[in-house]
């Protein structure tokens, strides 16, 4: 039973880049999920989050537009589409999965069942 990220690269300022995370062994569209980052030297950071529907979205502000973040529970994965990339985005990105009030975008406390083990993202010319 795990969450598995990927899609993470190197990429030019201004790049895109489409990061997935894939659930096994369970089954995604019972779960809310977020995904974090984490730049060396900083505190994680929550990024975005989507509903067990996907009809409840939330952006961090940094986004300010630039992510869109969706699910396709048919494939048992959600999936982060990153544009506009700059070289502040550059950090792990984590996927986690939280089964309790799904139908939230956020919970408090937050608690997630499942986490992945990161993909790499770097912004750079």
């Known amino acids: 039973v795990q969450v598995v990220e990927s899609g993470g690269g190197l990429v030019q300022p201004g790049g895109s880049l489409r990061l997935s995370c894939a659930a096994s062994g369970f089954t995604l569209d019972t779960y809310a999920l977020c995904w974090f980052r984490q730049a060396p030297g900083k505190e994680r950071e929550r990024v975005s989050c989507?509903?067990?529907?996907?009809?409840?979205?939330y952006y961090a502000d940094f986004v300010d537009g630039r992510f869109t973040i969706s699910r396709d529970n048919a494939k048992n994965t959600v999936y982060l589409q990153m544009d506009n990339l700059k070289p502040e985005d550059t950090a792990v990105y984590y996927c986690a999965a939280r089964q309790r009030n799904p139908w939230a975008v956020l919970n408090f406390p937050e608690e997630y069942d499942y986490w992945g083990q990161g993909t790499q993202v770097t912004v750079s010319s």
């Open positions: 989507i509903n067990n529907n996907g009809e409840g979205t």
